[in-house]
């Protein structure tokens, strides 16, 4: 019921909005209001707060695949971003009075999250920032900047990610809810991307802006601490969303595989064709079978990071390597914006970049292995 309702929505009020939101480079703010509205936000949050008291990661797994299979994931990418991602700071490192005061605006679609971690010198390396936050009486003074943050443009609240020890690498780290409005808080251009266009993606600029002492999230020097706490499930909401956008994909090269003809037969039929469409359907149920255990680990809080990282880098390579295929196999239609499967391959190459490289992915299961 919950995965026809929300598909629902998205046929309502996504699906027939995403070309416009594509060509503006952003979604409409009202998209989050009605998602607020028909109880698709913040649903893991309590209901004193406005949430529905779910706690369990499937429902965003519905959500991650319904977007997928409706073909508007730029378009509603921000839902899961701000569900998956951003909910879980608000719902595990806040304070009572924290939650009391941003959870409901997060409900009701009228507060729009963001994570901002990623700074034009640094992304991998992430306890190399250099955006300062240094105490000053009741508030902090944050000075630098953040670039390529979703839902940068239309985000409320940004739980940014700063050193409020300076000369500390990850213990000199803290989180601050930076909110719309602040003074000294600016943002920078909606960048210009090769896909995910209805996805805002921004830069965010600091100039001593005053951030109150209530809006610490968890205690100073423990940001990464919570980072480290909350990245896997940020890398399973990636892998999700890929294992569901290769699936898409497939569905669409499969349907296009039986109506085109080339020498008098459907281009499916081709010993080649076939055997790649084999090997993708089979590689889809490999991958979702490691993703759906990984959401039941998840939901018993036993994920381990090693098995996200799997999740994220193998997840996102499988949905490269369809995509890639889904594209070859429709010919020249194939790299027109015009079909589905153009777009899904221009929007799926930052996957295996964004929620940490794959290669960083590597790097955290290698370094478990002793090596
Ligand atoms: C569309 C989009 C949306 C994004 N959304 C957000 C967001 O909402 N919030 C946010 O904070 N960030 C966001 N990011 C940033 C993203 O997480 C970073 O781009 C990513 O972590 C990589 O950082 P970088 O770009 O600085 O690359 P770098 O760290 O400079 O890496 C460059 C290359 O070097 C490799 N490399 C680096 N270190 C190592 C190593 N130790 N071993 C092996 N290889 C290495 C990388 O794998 C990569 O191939 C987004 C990015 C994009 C493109």
């Not at 977007?67 to 921000?78: D, E, H, M, R, Y």
């Not at 991307?193 to 830069?203: C, F, P, S, V």
Request: hydrophobic share 40%; glycine share 12%.
């Amino acid at each position: 019921m919950f995965r026809a309702a929300f598909r629902q929505f998205l046929d309502k009020e996504v699906v027939p909005h995403a070309e416009e939101w594509e060509r503006a480079g952003i979604t409409d703010r009202e998209m989050y209001l009605k998602a607020g509205v028909a109880g698709f936000l913040g649903f893991n949050a309590p209901e004193e707060h406005g949430g529905s008291g779910v706690d369990d990661f499937r429902y965003n797994q519905v959500t991650a695949e319904e977007i997928q299979l409706a073909g508007v994931n730029a378009a509603a990418t921000g839902i899961g971003l701000h569900n998956d991602v951003c909910l879980p700071y608000f719902l595990h490192a806040a304070t009572e009075d924290q939650k009391a005061r941003w959870l409901p605006g997060i409900c009701a679609g009228t507060s729009i999250t963001a994570i901002a971690m990623t700074e034009p010198g640094i992304g991998s390396d992430l306890a190399g920032m250099a955006t300062t936050a240094i105490r000053d009486g009741d508030h902090y003074v944050v000075n630098g900047s953040k670039t390529f943050i979703t839902n940068g443009i239309h985000a409320d609240l940004v739980v940014t990610a700063v050193k409020t020890d300076p000369g500390q690498r990850h213990k000199g780290m803290s989180l601050l809810v930076l909110e719309r409005g602040m003074e000294g808080f600016e943002r920078g251009r909606n960048l210009d991307k090769i896909g995910m266009h209805a996805q805002d993606t921004a830069e965010l600029f600091f100039t001593d802006v005053q951030v109150p002492v209530e809006n610490l999230l968890g205690e100073e020097g423990q940001g990464f601490t919570w980072l480290v706490r909350n990245l896997p499930q940020e890398r399973l909401n990636i892998a999700m969303a890929a294992v569901a956008a290769a699936r898409a994909a497939f569905g669409w090269t499969l349907e296009y595989c039986k109506e085109r003809t080339a020498f008098g037969q459907p281009i499916g039929s081709f010993q080649n064709s076939r055997f790649r469409l084999a090997e993708m359907a089979t590689e889809i149920e490999i991958g979702q079978t490691f993703v759906d255990r990984c959401v039941m680990a998840l939901n018993a809080g036993e994920l381990t990071a090693e098995e996200a990282a799997m999740a994220k880098w193998w997840a996102t390579d499988l949905q490269g390597r369809v995509v890639d295929a889904g594209v070859q196999l429709h010919g020249g239609y194939g790299y027109m914006e015009e079909y589905p499967i153009a777009r899904a391959f221009a929007d799926a190459r930052v996957t295996r970049i964004y929620g940490g490289t794959n290669e960083i992915m590597k790097e955290i299961i290698g370094r478990s292995l002793g090596v």
